[in-house]
């Protein structure tokens, strides 16, 4: 598993936040989200985006997000994120395909390369 794989996740671990603070435990995992569950009586459900885990601990049944308590406090996580999963390696806050490839070093619309000349004139 790698740092980040979140297909590793089991349900009932932790979920420690960028500030180091609980604030619940994984209930199921998706490729576009985390839903965490908080408290015991009252229990809130949260969606928090996929792209937002920033490690997995097995031997901790821990995982670690990108937000601060605070920022997940104050936001809105009610609903499933309406993003596209996050496939492994894709840049993100990019709005284009084209964009996506020079964040990449992609070369687009080049010529394919010619044989050398000694390789050209071998039958």
């Known amino acids: 598993m790698s740092e980040n794989d979140i297909h590793g996740i089991e349900s009932g671990w932790s979920v420690k936040t960028a500030d ?14 985390i839903l965490v569950k908080s ?3 009252n229990a809130s459900h949260r969606y928090l985006p996929a792209a937002t885990l920033a490690h997995v601990r097995p031997e901790l049944k821990e ?4 937000l601060t308590a605070e920022a997940v406090e104050q936001g809105d996580w009610s609903e499933p994120p309406t993003e596209g999963p996050r496939t ?6 990019v709005d284009s ?3 996506a ?12 390369e010619k044989p050398a000349e000694e390789f050209s004139h071998r039958v």
């Open 63 to 66: 995982i670690g997000i990108s």
């Open 20 to 33: 180091g603070q609980g604030i619940g435990s994984v209930e199921e995992t998706t490729d576009r989200y």
């Open 97 to 99: 395909d084209a964009e």
């Open 101 to 112: 490839d020079a964040v990449m070093g992609v070369k687009t619309n080049v010529d394919p």
């Open 39 to 41: 408290g015991l009586i």
């Open 88 to 93: 492994e390696g894709a840049p993100l806050n």
